[in-house]
């Protein structure tokens, strides 16, 4: 039995739908709500679905459980609510580590690459305490990441208890089907999607770096079977532990995912570059390019798969359907 928080989530529903196929039985902490989220299970209802305030009952109940995966955050970049974001992102988090130390359970969690800010510093998942030190997130939601990445790291370097196997994922630009309750943080393929199947051309938002033109803005794009593939890969390999980076090493422009996108649609190329909003002036990151080497080095073998042919794969066989979920 797989505890997985966030479960009903984007990754957490696509990570569901594969431990489903492997016939286990999954715990979800999540809540449901109004937001249609029920539809990112409804092809693999899970064991239980626990709501978010009853998990401390719900451990204290001793569960049989194998290992824990937790995805849940408030995962919103614009987050404002300090107070929430922390007991939410961190407390939380450390809560889930304690236990799973006293359990001697597996504990994989999502970091991500937020924490590192704009860039300046390098895309390094070096596990040093002084390294992880010199990194500046832009953001609340990715300070609270960073904040939880330290205290692990601090524990472990203190010899305190710890699971017999943690891994800490930090997740790059991830894009896939069951995003869709997602609001304002949905991925930027499918909202090009939507843009280019309306007809109307891929909006793209004009660079605020004089040293990047428009539209050359690049993030790493990691197609969310990718980051299922690693999360299966931690739990069959217990002896890896660590914090590592999760995109594909190669970073890509929006230019390229606006054109891939048009071209997984049919039509020819049109994109439109639009002011950015004065909330991300100054916030968003115009690069990001994860190193794999950790990774790699301890096992994962899985190519990634190319932005064209992910983004094709995501509009054909999802977005392109009457039923878009997994």
């Not at 049989?64 to 614009?78: F, K, Q, R, W």
Request: glycine content about 8%.
């Amino acid at each position: 039995m797989i505890l997985v928080t966030g479960g009903a989530g984007f990754i957490g529903s696509n990570l569901h739908a594969a431990l489903h196929e492997r016939d286990l039985n999954v715990v979800i902490v999540d809540r449901l709500r109004t937001t249609g989220k029920w539809r990112n299970l409804r092809a693999h209802p899970p064991a239980m679905i626990v709501e978010p305030r009853e998990l401390g009952d719900f451990l204290a109940s001793q569960p049989p459980l194998d290992a824990v995966i937790h995805l849940g955050a408030i995962s919103e970049t614009t987050a404002i609510d300090g107070d929430l974001v922390w007991q939410s992102n961190v407390a939380l988090s450390q809560m889930l580590w304690r236990w799973c130390a006293a359990q001697r359970l597996p504990f994989i969690y999502a970091s991500s690459a937020s924490t590192y800010g704009d860039g300046s510093a390098g895309f390094d998942d070096d596990n040093d305490l002084a390294a992880l030190r010199r990194l500046r997130p832009l953001n609340l939601y990715g300070w609270s990441k960073h904040a939880f990445d330290l205290w692990v790291t601090g524990e472990c370097a203190a010899g305190r208890p710890r699971p017999p196997q943690w891994a800490g994922l930090k997740f790059f630009n991830v894009y896939g089907p069951n995003e869709y309750h997602k609001g304002r943080m949905i991925s930027v393929v499918k909202v090009k999607f939507d843009e280019v199947a309306s007809g109307s051309p891929a909006r793209l938002f004009r660079s605020d770096r004089a040293d990047i033109a428009d539209g050359q803005q690049a993030r790493d794009f990691i197609w969310v079977d990718d980051v299922v593939a690693a999360i299966l890969f931690l739990l069959d390999h217990p002896e890896v532990s660590g914090l590592f980076n999760l995109g594909t090493g190669t970073a890509r422009s929006y230019v390229d995912l606006a054109r891939a996108v048009c071209s997984a649609c049919g039509v020819g190329e049109r994109i439109e570059f639009v002011p950015m909003p004065e909330s991300l002036v100054g916030q968003y990151q115009s690069f990001t390019e994860a190193r794999m080497d950790r990774l790699r080095a301890a096992g994962f073998d899985r190519p990634f798969t190319p932005l064209e042919q992910g983004v094709e794969a995501y509009i054909r066989n999802f977005l392109s359907r009457p039923d878009q979920y997994r």
